[in-house]
């Protein structure tokens, strides 16, 4: 009797399918650079390195998110024209819900890389944004965070700490309350934190900072990947590095102020902007993800 039964069903099932997404990956790779690879490495999820009969290696991603794909090509080029900003992969095509763009060889993180990115990282927020919310140009309204949805609203009145309780806090609070990942009473906890900040113009932010999304790169340099660009405070991109953790984040976040100084108190201020990322990976992953973000909620104003 053969008792591999499910098991067994279940893992052909799945080789199979992940046959078929290769072969996808393949036809677009070379439907969007003309090229057909040469071979497709798996880097995890729908991501794959492929390498080109040119010589060149790009990274081909697929996002299955509705306008992920539009959100993310819009954010890599309006960041890329940002003076002194950080490196961004070169985005070669995209169509559909796919993206092709320049593979970086990996490297290592260095105090000296650290401190060259805080200054390229004040120099990219400075390079600014129209208004609060504000998309990358032709990049859609609705985008995603991960995989989760992010409405990129333009505020209207300049006023931060409205577009920021409307559009990133009231959100993600309701789908984890509709969720039951909080209960009502921890949703009016967090509903009633005091949202300030300094009175700044809106900076161009990445929007994803967490560690994951900065690629320390062989030439030295710490480069951005994954963005989803908008105009925000840039506190926030700060508040979600230091979040996560990142490598010589005194290094750079020492640079960082040294380039362009931060207002007074805003350590301080880090758990209010967490409040963003902890909610939607409350929403994303559940209960421990939102008891954190009720310990940032509780240790602010109310």
């Given at each position: 009797?053969d008792?591999?039964g499910?098991?067994h069903a279940a893992?052909t099932?799945?080789?199979?399918?992940?046959?078929q997404t290769?072969q996808s990956?393949?036809?677009?790779?070379?439907?969007l650079?003309g090229?057909?690879?040469?071979?497709?490495?798996?880097l995890?999820g729908?991501?794959?390195?492929?390498?080109l009969p040119?010589g060149?290696?790009?990274v081909v991603?697929?996002h299955?998110?509705?306008?992920?794909a539009?959100?993310e090509?819009t954010?890599?080029?309006?960041?890329?024209?940002?003076?002194a900003?950080?490196?961004?992969?070169r985005?070669r095509?995209h169509a559909?819900?796919?993206?092709?763009?320049?593979?970086?060889?990996p490297?290592?993180p260095t105090?000296?890389?650290?401190e060259?990115?805080?200054?390229?990282?004040a120099?990219?927020?400075?390079s600014g944004?129209p208004a609060?919310?504000a998309?990358?140009?032709?990049g859609?309204?609705?985008?995603?965070?991960?995989?989760?949805?992010?409405?990129?609203?333009p505020s209207?009145n300049h006023?931060?700490?409205?577009?920021f309780t409307?559009?990133r806090?009231?959100?993600?609070?309701?789908?984890?309350?509709?969720?039951?990942t909080?209960?009502?009473a921890?949703?009016?906890?967090?509903e009633?934190v005091?949202v300030q900040a300094?009175d700044?113009?809106p900076?161009r932010l990445h929007?994803?900072?967490?560690?994951?999304?900065?690629?320390w790169?062989?030439?030295?340099?710490a480069?951005l990947?994954?963005?989803?660009?908008?105009g925000?405070?840039r506190e926030?991109d700060?508040?979600?590095?230091?979040l996560f953790?990142?490598?010589h984040?005194?290094?750079?976040?020492?640079?960082?102020?040294e380039?362009a100084?931060?207002?007074?108190?805003?350590?301080?201020?880090?758990p209010?902007h967490?409040l963003?990322?902890?909610?939607?990976?409350?929403?994303?992953f559940g209960r421990g993800?939102a008891?954190?973000a009720?310990?940032?909620?509780?240790s602010l104003p109310s």
């Amino acid at each position: 009797m053969d008792n591999r039964g499910p098991t067994h069903a279940a893992q052909t099932t799945h080789a199979a399918e992940a046959a078929q997404t290769a072969q996808s990956a393949q036809a677009a790779t070379e439907q969007l650079t003309g090229l057909p690879p040469t071979s497709l490495r798996p880097l995890g999820g729908t991501v794959w390195e492929a390498h080109l009969p040119d010589g060149t290696q790009a990274v081909v991603k697929r996002h299955d998110t509705p306008n992920a794909a539009l959100a993310e090509a819009t954010s890599l080029t309006w960041l890329a024209t940002a003076e002194a900003a950080p490196p961004l992969p070169r985005l070669r095509h995209h169509a559909g819900p796919w993206l092709v763009m320049d593979r970086i060889e990996p490297g290592h993180p260095t105090p000296t890389a650290a401190e060259e990115f805080g200054r390229r990282l004040a120099a990219l927020h400075a390079s600014g944004a129209p208004a609060f919310g504000a998309p990358p140009p032709g990049g859609p309204t609705d985008a995603s965070i991960g995989l989760a949805p992010m409405r990129n609203t333009p505020s209207g009145n300049h006023n931060w700490a409205e577009w920021f309780t409307e559009h990133r806090i009231a959100p993600y609070t309701k789908l984890a309350l509709d969720a039951g990942t909080l209960t009502p009473a921890e949703a009016r906890t967090i509903e009633d934190v005091r949202v300030q900040a300094p009175d700044e113009p809106p900076a161009r932010l990445h929007g994803d900072l967490w560690s994951g999304n900065v690629h320390w790169a062989a030439d030295g340099r710490a480069w951005l990947i994954d963005p989803a660009a908008h105009g925000g405070h840039r506190e926030t991109d700060l508040a979600m590095l230091a979040l996560f953790g990142c490598p010589h984040l005194d290094r750079v976040l020492a640079a960082y102020h040294e380039a362009a100084p931060l207002a007074d108190g805003w350590r301080d201020r880090l758990p209010l902007h967490q409040l963003f990322p902890l909610l939607v990976h409350a929403v994303l992953f559940g209960r421990g993800y939102a008891q954190q973000a009720l310990s940032a909620a509780r240790s602010l104003p109310s």
